[in-house]
Every structure is written in C-alpha cells, then in structure tokens.
C-alpha cells in the first residue's frame, strides 16, 4: 500500500468519526446517571409522564408574566483566551433572547411551511443581578483553574474539587459554566427530574460560546446554548435520541438521525417509513446543524418548555434576581424573627405534638399561636 492511499483512507475515516462525533452532550450525561442510578430512568420516565398530563391540563395556558431566566455564568479559565469577555458573554444572553423570542434576524429561513408552527417561546434571559446572598452582582463569576480541560466524565467544571466552581442555587438560578470542554463536546445540560443536583444547569465549551470573541465557526452564533437550554427546559433531540425515535413533540416531524452540516430543504423525504413530503426539520434548534443553518423552536416545543418551568423550575415564574437589589434586601431586614417558640405553660420549646398549642414570639413584639393539626 502507497503512503497516498493510506493517507486517503485515515483522511476518510477522520471524516467519517468527525461526522458521527456528538457535538452535545446530554444523552451522553443522560446515559452516565442511568448507569449509575436505575432510579434515574424512573425520574425522567416520571418527568415524561408527568409532562404530558400537566400539558393536557393547562390546553390555554399563558404565563401571567414575562418569563425572564435569571442567569448566572461562570467562567472557568486555566489559559488567558478562556477568559472570555463580557462583550462575548453578553452576546450569548443577546442570542438566547432572540432565539426563545424569535427575533432571530435568520426567522426568515425558516421554510414556509413551518412559518406558522414556528414559535415565539416568550421565554426571556438577564444575567443576575442578585447574588445568593442578597448582594449586587454583574450576573459572572470567574474561577481560575489548573484543570487545562474539563470533560463529562470528569474533571466536571461544577465541581470545585476537580478545579470547577460549585454552583449558585440550581432552583433560583440557570447556572451555565463557560470552560475549555474536551471530548469534541460543544455543551451539556441537566434535564429536569427529581434528580436535581448540583451540576443543574448547562456547560458549553468557551470556543462556542457567544457569536462574538473567541466563538469559532461553523458553532459560532450561539445556537450551542439556545440549544443546551431547551435541554435544560426538558427538550429532546428531534430525532429522539433514537432511529426514528420519540421527542415528545408532535409538530416536529419523525426523522431518523441527527443532521449536520448545512442540508438543503427539503432534506430527507419520507423517511422513516412515513409519507413527509417535507422531510427533517433539520433548521430546529434541537438538531445538530451549523449554527448559521438553525432558525426555529415550534409551537409544540415552546409549550413543552413552559410546562418543565411550571412544573420543575418553578422559582422562574417569580423573582426579583434581575431587576436590581431593593427588593430582596428590604424584605430580608424587614422580615421579622422568631425569637422563641413557647408552650402554654411558657416553656421555651422546639418540640411540636399534635394538638398542643404554641406560641410563637417574634422579635417586634408580636405572638402566634399555632396549633399542630
Ligand atoms: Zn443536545
Ligand atoms: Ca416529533
């Protein structure tokens, strides 16, 4: 064999793994907690069930209010160009309120025959401006590391003793960790269950990141954390992780695998043994095309996003994390203490037994009597 046909065969092959690489992490994340809990699958089985039902239920719901994410990111360098700007930082926030609000300038890409299932999700995001402890806060931290490369397998970047940085309160806050993500990995994120835990929340490598700074084509407009985020609000890959598989959705079209690149429309005809004249909608966001080839989240998507909020995060719904620092704190020294807690007798108590009264003395002076039931 010549050095050139060998040359041809590994140029080949490289090709082939470098299409096949998952660029998203999730199922992957999703695989490893199954693995080591079986209780896992019971959770996100519970969460599918338990989705479907809530969305039968609420047929018209609107939220009462705008829906804004207050979000925290945390970058995680080891190397200077890891320290990604604020510029860059806050063109990702820019791209996730276009894209969840469909003001995204490439809206207009979107064939027409999805044009009206295409959704505005009404889903809003500000970088936080409380921190955990009622104090002002840009919305970012940076932890400087000596872990040169954070990986799904570990070192994990949510976790300080692997040289990442813990999170703020995954319950309060969409925490998304910014570092150098190995693996040929581009994200990752937590779907909700009861199996909430401390790494909650989306990781996305800092080279895609943003579309502007260090953000590389062709992942370079910020799709990697639109789509991280519908993860992170329950969404599925459209293809359902699966030939042919099941993501939940019914106004995405079955399709068979995952697209890449940047197919033309339409894409895939009738696949999967069905007549779809229009073939995959390979422009969603919960596909794995070039960043600049993704333009839509739909209708279905959008009310699946709204029930894993009402339902799992629901702190979302109401809070005051962004919009400066007045009303946490004032309700925090107003709030009044309990000083302590007394039986009829007048005995300091802590211990509560059904049907026995107690009286509690706050510390302006006010007493409540509570009986246990
Ligand atoms: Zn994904
Ligand atoms: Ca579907």
Redesign the pocket.
Same mark, same amino acid.
């Given at each position: 064999m010549t050095n050139k046909i060998l040359f041809l065969i590994i140029l080949v092959a490289s090709a082939i793994y470098a299409n096949s690489q998952e660029?998203?992490?999730?199922?992957a994340i999703n695989q490893q907690r199954m693995e080591k809990s079986s209780e896992y699958k019971k959770a996100r089985d519970k969460v599918n069930n338990q989705t479907a039902k809530w969305i039968k239920e609420h047929p018209n719901y609107t939220p009462e209010t705008t829906i804004t994410i207050p979000v925290v990111v945390h970058v995680v360098w080891n190397t200077n160009d890891q320290n990604i700007s604020d510029t860059q930082i806050q063109s990702q926030i820019d791209v996730l309120n276009a894209d969840f609000n469909r003001t995204n300038i490439d809206a207009i890409n979107t064939p027409n025959i999805w044009q009206n299932i295409a959704a505005d999700c009404e889903i809003e995001f500000c970088l936080a401006n409380i921190d955990p402890n009622g104090n002002p806060t840009t919305g970012i931290t940076r932890t400087q590391t000596n872990t040169s490369q954070f990986q799904i397998s570990g070192p994990s970047v949510e976790d300080a003793s692997t040289g990442g940085k813990e999170p703020w309160n995954i319950n309060q806050y969409l925490n998304i960790w910014v570092c150098n993500l190995g693996g040929g990995v581009l +994200? &990752?994120?937590s779907q909700p269950s009861e199996f909430l835990s401390s790494n909650d929340g989306v990781v996305i490598n800092y080279t895609n990141f943003g579309n502007s700074g260090n953000s590389n084509a062709p992942y370079h407009k910020g799709r990697t954390a639109t789509?991280?985020v +519908?993860?992170w609000l329950n969404l599925?890959?459209i293809w359902g992780n699966n030939n042919c598989g099941n993501d939940y959705i019914t106004d995405t079209p079955k399709q068979e695998k995952d697209n890449n690149g940047c197919p033309g429309f339409p894409h895939n005809i009738n696949s999967c043994n069905t007549p779809n004249i229009n073939g995959d909608m390979f422009m969603n966001y919960?596909d &794995?095309t070039n960043d600049q080839c993704m333009n839509l989240f739909t209708k279905g998507q959008k009310t699946r996003m709204l029930a894993a909020i009402n339902e799992y995060r629901p702190n979302i719904l109401t809070h005051s994390l962004c919009s400066g620092t007045a009303n946490i704190l004032e309700t925090n020294t107003n709030k009044k203490e309990i000083l302590k807690i007394v039986d009829v007798l007048g005995r300091v108590t802590n211990k509560q037994s059904r049907g026995m009264p107690l009286f509690y003395i706050y510390n302006d002076g006010s007493v409540e009597k509570k009986l246990i039931p």
């Open positions: 660029r998203c992490g999730t199922a +994200g &990752y994120a789509h991280e +519908g993860h599925d890959h919960m &794995y």
